[in-house]
């Protein structure tokens, strides 16, 4: 029976550590922004997309129009326990070029900065105004011929 109750004891420890280790924070990155030391080797007006990529890298994101600006995206997260992971910092840095090509503003954002925004948007007009779906079955009881519903020949 003395053998029992140190088995016990270090079974009770290894759960209570377990317990323990469930609720630490678990932190995660995802993304690259670049550093402000590397960020001021890129002279706006004089480097192009060519030369911000061998300088800082090339980014996570582009512009949606073609030969609009480079977004380096950068966030991370927080999650303890069984809680649903939260966001506790986000640095976004916009490189604005301009017709030429040529870099024409170095911008940095933070999470303070954000704002929800909808990209995508996808709403369907009905193209029937002010009639219910009981009304258009309704609307179609006499409008088939059962003359199509049966085979003929045979």
Not at 26 to 36: A, C, E, F, W
Not at 77 to 96: C, L
Request: hydrophobic letters at 40%.
């Amino acid at each position: 029976m003395g053998l029992a109750v140190p088995g016990v004891r270090m079974a009770l420890a290894g759960l209570a550590l377990l317990a323990l280790s469930a609720c630490s924070e678990i932190v995660r990155n995802h993304g690259y922004v670049p550093s402000d030391e590397d960020l001021s080797t890129v002279a706006v007006g004089r480097d192009t997309r060519e030369t911000v990529a061998f300088k800082v890298g090339r980014p996570t994101a582009g512009g949606v129009m073609q030969n609009s600006g480079w977004y380096y995206v950068q966030s991370r997260w927080s999650q303890q326990g069984a809680a649903a992971p939260r966001e506790i910092d986000r640095q976004v840095v916009a490189v604005s070029f301009d017709p030429r090509g040529r870099v024409s503003n170095v911008e940095r954002f933070g999470l303070a900065d954000g704002q929800v925004v909808a990209l995508s948007r996808r709403v369907t007009d009905s193209n029937i105004k002010g009639v219910g779906l009981i009304q258009q079955l309704m609307g179609n009881l006499g409008r088939f011929n059962p003359g199509q519903f049966i085979r003929q020949g045979l």
